[in-house]
Antibody, heavy 119, light 110 residues
Framework: EVQLVESGGGLVQPGRSLRLSCTAS????????MSWVRQAPGKGLEWVGF??????????EYAASVKGRFTISRDDSKSIAYLQMNSLKTEDTAVYYC??????????WGQGTLVTVSS | EIVLTQSPGTLSLSPGERATLSCRAS???????LAWYQQKPGQAPRLLIY???SRATGIPDRFSGSGSGTDFTLTISRLEPEDFAVYYC???????????FGGGTKVEIK
């Protein structure tokens, strides 16, 4: 059974940093791209970014709203994807979902972790 | 950047009725790159349809997707109580690689 479990969310002040983790199980983690998707309270879904599998270079892509501030990385030996969030803004407040990216869509989702950016 | 517009914003229907949800793209989208998700309150989204018309694993056949170009549709043939939720369409753009969602359609009990 595919499982994705996010951790690391919490309350953080504007301008500070936070790192989220996504621990995967039930599939060969290294074979897949992994994405992060967020959802602000009461709002819709917003793609944050993804990291390709090593077979496709392990490179990353980001939404314009987070590019230069957020970094996605992966540790295939541990089956973990990370989202490093720097220079956080109040508008980054959201539930952050880790997803398995099946080429052009998201076939499995974690339960999400809440990040609140507030002073 | 391709923008996805979903309509209506809210659909009020009774169990057993047919639901037709629309997703319109600002530019042509490859059918292979269009997906639909269902989200219930307090839960993560769930993949329903990919490639515009292929049902994901375990999705009942009352859910169907269709469309091409700029107009895509999700149809629920007969609403079950568990189908009342918010539905999102999503597309993949390759140059540069971006994934975008529509604003969602809420299907509520009338």
């Amino acid at each position: 059974e595919v499982q994705l479990v996010e951790s690391g969310g919490g309350l953080v002040q504007p301008g500070r940093s936070l790192r989220l983790s996504c621990t995967a199980s039930g599939f060969t983690f290294g074979d897949y791209a992994m994405s992060w998707v967020r959802q602000a309270p009461g709002k819709g879904l917003e793609w944050v970014g993804f990291i390709r599998s090593k077979a496709y270079g392990g490179t990353t892509e980001y939404a314009a709203s987070v590019k230069g501030r957020f970094t996605i990385s992966r540790d295939d030996s541990k089956s973990i994807a990370y989202l490093q969030m720097n220079s956080l803004k109040t508008e980054d407040t959201a539930v952050y979902y880790c997803t398995r990216q099946q080429l052009v869509h998201f076939d499995y989702w974690g339960q999400g972790t809440l990040v609140t950016v507030s002073s | 950047e391709i923008v996805l517009t979903q309509s209506p914003g809210t659909l009020s229907l009774s169990p057993g009725e047919r639901a037709t949800l629309s997703c319109r793209a600002s530019q042509s989208v490859s059918s292979s790159y269009l997906a639909w998700y269902q989200q219930k309150p307090g839960q993560a989204p769930r993949l329903l349809i990919y490639g515009a018309s292929s049902r994901a694993t375990g999705i009942p056949d009352r859910f169907s997707g269709s469309g091409s170009g700029t107009d895509f549709t999700l149809t629920i043939s007969r609403l079950e109580p568990e189908d009342f939720a918010v539905y999102y369409c999503q597309q993949y753009g390759s140059s540069p690689p971006r994934l975008t969602f529509g604003g969602g359609t809420k299907v509520e009990i009338k």
